[in-house]
């Protein structure tokens, strides 16, 4: 069996160059459009598996032609794809996304098929999910599913909660590693804002999750585990597409916990990866390889 099982969506993105992001209202004239495999997790299972992950994926997908290249994409990044189910009742997730001058990003998700990923399609892949050593979850998918995927794992369970989304405090307390960003922590904490480190910190601690890696974009990642903080800070490159970044994060942390690598040595090496990711256009082809991650290691 492959050492991780991500559990997640798979989409289709149409992804628009412009100028600067449009305020509610506003149209604005694109300067160039690709159309992209993306969707959380079959993101998060290119880039683990780029980073020589062995990868199980299991997701659903539409019986059409975009659910056709989106299997193709994860199979020649070498994923297991043998529970990515193909639906016949509903379409392949989409998204459209805008990416700005200066790479940043606003994104709109249509499910599709993401939502009709039931519990009992992770009880079909049940033997993949409970002896992979890690679980790698998201939420563009269903809570119910996320919940049962959570419940086999005998592995370690990650948990990037995203899109933020009300969890209860059981399914929260089940998580081994959490990896919100700061709208997402500030949503699972219930405040207002996360201004500082202190109250990044203090937002960590109150979950009571065993280790939540607060992602900082620009600014790195913070650390919060078993009562110690630690601030990993990112490198500088030439961004030009913040898209996926986060979920090359997501997918490194994964790699490298199947490994029994080092917390901070994970943290820090998977900042690196969400760095380069931002690097080039797109989602899942400009996620970086484990030699050009380490590289730009020798290199710093």
Do not use: Y
Request: glycine residues 8%.
């Amino acid at each position: 069996m492959k050492k991780i099982a991500v559990v997640g969506s798979a989409n289709i993105d149409f992804v628009s160059s412009v100028s600067h992001l449009p305020s509610p209202g506003e149209t604005i004239l694109g300067s160039s459009f690709d159309k992209i495999p993306g969707g959380k997790g079959a993101n998060q299972a290119t880039a683990a598996s780029k980073l020589g992950g062995e990868v199980s994926f299991i997701g659903r997908i539409g019986s059409d032609q975009e659910g056709a290249t989106i299997r193709n994409n994860l199979e020649k990044a070498n994923v297991d794809c043998e529970f990515l189910f193909s639906s016949s009742e509903v379409p392949t997730g989409i998204a459209m996304i805008g990416v700005d001058k200066d790479g940043n990003n606003s994104i709109i998700v249509n499910p599709g098929a993401n939502h009709s990923l039931c519990p009992e399609d992770i009880d079909t892949a049940g033997e993949v999910v409970e002896s992979s050593k890690v679980v790698l979850l998201q939420l563009e998918i269903p809570v119910a599913s996320v919940g049962t995927a959570i419940e086999k794992a005998n592995g370690v369970v990650i948990l990037n909660p995203a899109p933020a989304t009300d969890l209860s405090k059981e399914l929260i307390e089940k998580v081994d590693v959490l990896i919100p960003n700061q709208v997402e922590l500030s949503h699972l904490s219930n405040r207002n804002s996360l201004d500082d480190l202190n109250e990044i910190e203090e937002a960590a601690k109150s979950l009571g999750v065993e280790t939540v890696i607060a992602t900082l974009g620009s600014k790195g990642a913070l650390i919060v585990s078993n009562g110690d903080s630690e601030l990993v800070t990112s490198p500088v490159v030439e961004s030009v597409d913040t898209t996926g970044a986060g979920d090359s994060f997501c997918g490194s942390v994964a790699e490298l916990l199947s490994r029994d690598v080092d917390l901070t040595e994970t943290v820090r090496r998977s900042v690196v990866a969400a760095s380069l990711s931002t690097t080039k256009f797109g989602a899942q082809d400009s996620m970086p390889t484990l030699s050009e991650v380490d590289s730009f290691l020798e290199q710093i």
